[in-house]
T-cell receptor
């Protein structure tokens, strides 16, 4: 099946800088989920967006679902060392989660 | 019950041997999923159960792989005649509605 595409694959930022990862699909998504995986850890569910144009915030994290429901973004304001990890977008399709390849975030002290 | 448990955490096996992994989901979750993750990739769907019924199997799941969930609670994933290409992290997840809860995974190394 069609996989959601994520960019960039890697991102290095200075601590305190902002970070954004983007998720794109050629087809309309029924929903988008975001997960965080720390190095050596397992994916942890962050949020699910369902509605066109939806925006949700969790402290320094802002999640957005595009108007056409073909793209999504995760923005982190003022990154901290605890934000290190890989961020995955995923679609809950046909009762299973289809993951993108993720964006690996590295924080420079 | 604080989450999804997987056992063992690590498994090193010789090529050609059989291995079995266990997953204990969150007790009130009726759906259980198996995923495989290799380095630098996102988790790839293998199979899932609703209660004891196996509802879907990915084409990634060759006939050397078999999964069971006999009583609708814990699940096992068996790999027969392991190959080096089977080396990966095997993740189990459970859900009831919405987001999934993943276990810590079993890291398999085939030597």
């Amino acid at each position: 099946g069609q996989q959601v595409m994520q960019i960039p694959q890697y991102q290095h930022v200075q601590e305190g800088e902002d970070f954004t990862t983007y998720c794109n699909s050629s087809t309309t998504l029924s929903n988008i989920q975001w997960y965080k995986q720390r190095p050596g850890g397992h994916p942890v569910f962050l949020i699910q967006l369902v509605k066109s144009g939806e925006v949700k915030k969790q402290k320094r994290l802002t999640f957005q679902f595009g108007e056409a429901k073909k793209n999504s973004s995760l923005h982190i304001t003022a990154t901290q060392t605890t934000d290190v990890g890989t961020y995955f977008c995923a679609e809950n399709r046909d009762d299973k989660i289809i993951f993108g390849k993720g964006t690996r975030l590295h924080i420079l002290p | 019950d604080t989450g999804v448990s997987q056992d063992p955490r690590h498994k090193i096996t010789k090529r050609g041997q059989n291995v079995t992994f266990r997953c204990d989901p969150i007790s009130e979750h009726n759906r259980l999923y198996w995923y495989r993750q290799t380095l630098g990739q996102g988790p790839e769907f293998l199979t899932y159960f609703q209660n004891e019924a196996q509802l879907e199997k990915s084409r990634l799941l060759s006939d050397r792989f078999s999964a069971e969930r006999p009583k609708g609670s814990f699940s096992t994933l068996e790999i027969q005649r392991t190959e080096q290409g089977d080396s990966a992290m095997y993740l189990c997840a459970s859900s009831r509605q919405g987001g999934y809860t993943f276990g810590s995974g079993t890291r398999l190394t085939v030597v």
